[in-house]
């Protein structure tokens, strides 16, 4: 007797928990609008910022920041508080601000399009020519990240992303060019410098705030090649020179295992590492420049030279190189770099991890809309009529028991939204969670039809069927994996609480 009430009181803890989860959203909704885009580059937002005040009114909604926007003239200076720091863009034209921007996504549970619709944003691109690469490349992403209920398309030269995660499109559609240089400072004489690139040395001249190179003359910054290997020189003083020779871009370069962040409290960043493959040219490149480069005498000697992670033209990291790595050949390396806010880092993590899945070009938004879903007043309709004939079914099957029969009712709508809680837990708490789709529905419709079959029943199947469903529910969490959750959880929790109660 003691068991079953420490069972009763875990199912209504349970059950508190998932009304938990399932209704305060509808309470706690956080106000301001997320920002998706950045086209502007007179703003100092950042993707996934949330604006909460513009021009010192309060941004409840994209509503509010619409109405806002819609007035402003060309060139004006926007004050903005995001992230509840002052920030600031000056408006593109009138009425455009220069960013895209949503409302937060709502922690409310998720169903997947069919059922709550989509959010279809179109692109459109310069060489039309490259429409399916972008597209194959935009799916692979998709599957990488494993976002649900998110397809991309094509029609009429145009890209189309549907998604039930509109939050996630910048991660889809970031270009992700990724770059790899060893830095190195040349001593000068009499503006001349040499480049040692393997046994071999190669001299350049400073003039005329440029490069003279083989002949040839480049500006600053401007590359040119030596061995094949793209090289720059992006500073110099009256006695050195700054060279930064590129050893692999993206092309080289394969993720290998799960990426890592993790705190360092000594220097109060995040680092985020993404351990990668190289390629046999990317190893010879490293080869070939760090062969000859000399050691900084320390405890644990260091190379004369950075490696310089660069990622959409932008420097990503600076890290120093060891002396043991000198001249060998690579097979892994691991991009790493840090982030003072672990949001950023987290951010930042996924878009490096998307350039490695390919390289995209800039996609400019053509246009934005919301599809409307297909089944979701038959999935009403069905949920209504469905639980109506259930109940009514274990009333008529136990009318010589009235109340054991308004028992298992109760017990099978708490076990029901115990299911539902945790959909909106796994969701919270999770990348993506599990999004209610019309198999998961069939999997509670056949969860719940197992309160039907009575104890006492004789029939070897009907005896066994919930061991039955347990198993299929555990074999289809990989294969149909809404239809997998929703019957394996339902029939575990049966088991293992409701079974002894009743």
């Known amino acids: 007797m003691k068991i079953n009430q420490i069972r009763f009181a875990n199912l209504i803890l349970l059950l508190l928990f998932s009304l938990y989860f399932i209704f305060s959203p509808y309470f706690f909704e956080k106000k301001g609008v997320i920002v998706n885009f950045v ?5 100092t937002l950042k993707e996934n910022s949330i604006i909460t005040e513009m021009k010192n009114l309060q941004i409840k909604n994209l509503s509010d920041f619409l109405e806002i926007e819609k007035n402003l003239k060309k060139g004006e200076y926007v004050s903005l508080i995001a992230n509840g720091e002052p920030a600031f863009c000056t408006a593109l034209e009138e009425g455009n601000l220069g960013i895209r921007v949503s409302n937060i996504p709502s922690k409310t549970i998720k169903f997947s399009g ?17 429409l399916n690469k972008i597209k194959n490349i935009i799916e692979e992403r998709i599957k990488f990240f494993g976002i649900p209920s ?16 509109p939050e996630e499109i910048p991660y889809l559609i970031e270009k992700g060019e990724i770059e790899a240089r060893i830095e190195q400072e040349i001593k000068l004489e009499n503006n ?3 480049i040692l690139i393997g046994d071999s040395s190669y001299q350049f001249k400073i003039v005329n705030e440029g490069i003279e190179f083989n ?13 094949n290997l793209k090289t720059f020189i992006t500073n110099t003083t009256n006695n050195s020179a700054i060279i930064e020779v590129s050893i692999f871009e993206n092309r080289d370069l394969k993720q290998v295992s799960q990426s890592r962040v993790s705190y360092q409290p000594a220097i109060k960043m995040y680092r985020i590492e993404i351990p990668v493959s190289v390629s046999e040219e990317a190893s010879r490149n490293f080869v070939l420049v760090t062969k000859n480069l000399p050691a900084i005498p320390a405890p644990q000697p260091i190379l004369q030279g950075r490696l310089i992670y660069y990622f959409d033209k932008k420097r990503l990291s600076e890290l120093s190189i060891p002396y043991e790595m000198r001249g060998k050949e690579l097979k892994t390396i691991s991009i790493i770099f840090f982030e003072k806010n672990q949001n950023d880092a987290l951010i930042l993590n996924k878009k490096v991890e998307a350039g490695l899945i390919g390289v995209l070009p800039e996609l400019k938004i053509r246009s934005e809309k919301f599809l409307e879903p297909i089944y979701n007043q038959a999935v009403l309709f069905g949920n209504f ?3 109506a004939f259930l109940c009514l079914a274990v009333l008529i099957l136990n009318r010589k028991n009235l109340k054991l029969g308004l028992k298992i009712v109760s017990f099978l709508f708490a076990s029901t939204f115990i299911l539902f809680g945790i959909a909106a837990f796994s ?9 209610l789709d019309l198999p998961s529905f069939f999997g509670i419709f056949l969860f719940a039809f197992t309160f039907l079959v009575k104890k006492q029943t004789e029939n070897k199947i009907l005896k066994n069927l919930e061991l039955i469903l347990l198993a299929i529910g555990f074999c289809a969490l990989f294969l149909i994996r809404g239809f997998g959750f929703a019957l394996f959880f339902g029939i575990l929790l049966k088991i293992l609480l409701i079974n002894p109660l009743l």
């Open 39 to 43: 086209e502007n580059e007179k703003c």
């Open 150 to 165: 998110t397809s991309v398309s094509t029609e009429n030269n145009l890209l189309k992303i549907k998604t039930i995660f």
């Open 192 to 194: 001349t410098g040499k």
């Open 427 to 435: 969701q919270q708490f999770f990348s993506f969670g599990w999004i």
């Open 114 to 130: 069919e059922i709550q619709g989509w959010k279809e944003t179109t692109f459109s691109l310069k060489n039309e020519s490259e």
């Open 385 to 387: 009529v469905f639980w």
């Open 215 to 227: 002949n040839m003359f480049y500006k600053m910054n401007e590359s040119f090649f030596i061995n």
